[in-house]
């Protein structure tokens, strides 16, 4: 028994002394950014569990500058604060930072690395975002969005203006978004009351449960193997669960497909690859089999309905604390397009609509601390060394809420984005980054931004937006995790406008 003993504080004792002499010998290669102390393999326990994480990197940012070093567990992570490195690391060096880090539920979440937005970057990846790039373009021309988004609102505004008492706006702005990304994807409209709507809404709700309590797996992966959390195992399955459904979806789409129409997404992606097949690119065909398509459909539909339904949560939200700014948009709306419905072409028109969709994005906190990068090299930020395969985050909060940049930041102020005759500024701010930017730029951004401002438009020119009688606005909040921001419940009561 003693030498037992012996033996095992004389491997603590060599495991102490290895992890001391590599821990010196990277400190003497690398000039690494500053960091707080923390214990080593638990690492900062108290910031990478706490719910408002971004918050807490951002008062470090404030002690040890705007590239942090942290750990999470085992695993060194770099945070950027401040949109000056944001910048360096994703536009200047983009190559360098276009990796992504290898996480447990990544994994699971990409398919084993066959998606767009989890997957590293490599050839294959330029090749499947290419194609995917193409058929958003695809998509984009004509009217086909536009006349999705008109169907979809109307039979939900129509639902709205039955209600003779307050309600949750969240109720309907869920399930109008699910509809929508529903349309995009699979071509189809679906019944207001459609089950199969609500179950994808149910299991979409309870992805989310679980990826913001995050996973015990992507601190310490071989538990996974060994013996997997049940939180970790309901996580696998729902996620099967939904990839089933889009495979279900996709695999209709292939036996009907008809090169000649292009009903949704899915089929500007069938396209796009006949077309690399067509041109004889041999390469792409064999990295973009059915897989890698199921994946990329599944990155849209996702992304797009929680970042959009957050987004309309909390633009309803300002609009009923501000009912001046409320009333402006409106008469803007009134004034660009009159009678008729809102439309592609009024896009450029409703500045001010489009300076609170920004504000929106920028104080409404949907986006936290965005997808975690990876260093595929040796590289530096902000004067620091950077070695390779390091995570390194991007905390979003911050960038929209450095006083550097915003004057009065946690105030609700569309006026930032607009010059002296009240139109868009030609270029967006330059701390305010909800899609990201370098080689991750967010490949929904070209379909989120007129979606948005068209439900926007389209809410307002119909309706009169307020709190229920002896109701007082307020700004409170919940955070979901990973530092989304989500509004505290809230019940609002409409009224149809005249000649609307």
Same mark, same amino acid.
């Given at each position: 028994m003693m030498i037992l003993s012996l033996n095992t504080q004389t491997v603590l004792a060599g495991l102490a002394i290895g992890l001391l002499v590599y821990y010196v010998i990277k400190r003497m290669r690398y000039r690494l950014p500053p960091?707080?102390?923390c214990i080593p393999l638990v690492g900062h326990y108290k910031v990478y569990t706490a719910a408002d994480i971004h918050k807490k990197f951002y008062e470090i940012s404030k002690v040890y500058g705007p590239v942090v070093r942290l750990s999470f567990g085992p695993i060194p992570v770099i945070v950027l604060n401040d949109i000056e490195v944001v910048l360096e690391a994703m536009v200047k060096k983009k190559a360098?930072?276009?990796g992504r880090p290898k996480i447990k539920s990544g994994e699971v979440f990409s398919g084993g690395s066959k998606d767009i937005a989890l997957s590293n970057y490599s050839p294959t990846w330029k090749c499947h975002r290419r194609v995917a790039g193409k058929a958003l373009r695809y998509y984009l021309q004509g009217d086909l969005l536009e006349q999705m988004i008109q169907d979809n609102m109307n039979k939900f505004l129509d639902e709205m203006a039955r209600e003779k008492d307050?309600? !949750?706006?969240?109720? #309907?702005?869920?399930?109008?978004?699910?509809?929508?990304? #529903?349309? /995009?994807?699979?071509g189809e409209k679906r019944p207001v009351d459609d089950e199969e709507v609500k179950a994808i809404l149910q299991l979409d709700t309870e992805l989310n449960d679980y990826l913001a309590k995050g996973f015990l797996e992507d601190i310490i992966p071989y538990m996974e193997r060994i013996y997997p959390t049940r939180q970790w195992q309901m996580f696998v399955n729902k996620m099967k669960q939904f990839f089933n459904f889009i495979r279900e979806k996709f695999i209709q789409h292939k036996d009907t497909f008809d090169t000649g129409v292009r009903r949704d997404f899915i089929d500007s992606m069938l396209i796009a690859r006949q077309e690399a097949e067509n041109e004889g690119d041999e390469a792409?065909? *064999?990295?973009?089999?059915? !897989? #890698?398509?199921?994946?990329?459909? !599944?990155? /849209?539909?996702?992304?797009?309905?929680?970042?959009?339904?957050?987004?309309?949560?909390?633009?309803v939200y300002f609009m009923t604390r501000f009912p001046d700014i409320q009333s402006k948009c409106q *008469?803007? /709306?009134?004034?660009?397009?009159g009678s008729e419905r809102p439309s592609m072409k009024h896009r450029n028109k409703l500045h001010f609509l489009e300076a609170c969709m920004f504000e929106t994005m920028r104080l409404g906190g949907v986006v936290g601390i965005g997808v975690p990068h990876m260093s595929i090299c040796d590289s530096q930020i902000g004067g620091y060394d950077i070695p390779k395969s390091t995570m390194v985050i991007i905390n979003h909060w911050g960038l929209h809420h450095d006083p550097k940049y915003w004057k009065d930041p946690e105030t609700f102020d569309p006026y930032r984005y607009l010059d002296e005759?009240?139109?868009?500024?030609?270029?967006?701010?330059?701390s305010w980054l909800p899609f990201s930017a370098g080689r991750?730029?967010?490949?929904? *951004?070209?379909?989120?931004?007129?979606e948005i401002l068209l439900m926007c438009a389209n809410l307002l020119q119909r309706f009169d937006i307020r709190l229920p009688d002896g109701v007082k606005p307020n700004l409170e909040y919940h955070i979901l995790g990973f530092g989304v921001e989500l509004p505290s419940e809230y019940k609002i009561v409409v009224q149809e406008r005249i000649g609307n």
């Open positions: 960091g707080p102390w360098d930072f276009a307050s309600f !949750a706006f969240k109720d #309907y702005v869920d399930l109008m978004v699910f509809h929508q990304l #529903y349309t /995009i994807c699979f792409v065909l *064999e990295k973009l089999d059915d !897989a #890698y398509l199921i994946h990329t459909v !599944a990155d /849209i539909f996702l992304a797009g309905v929680d970042t959009t339904r957050f987004t309309m949560d909390w633009f *008469e803007e /709306i009134d004034r660009e397009v005759n009240g139109e868009m500024k030609p270029a967006k701010p330059d991750r730029v967010c490949l929904g *951004e070209a379909v989120a931004k007129p």
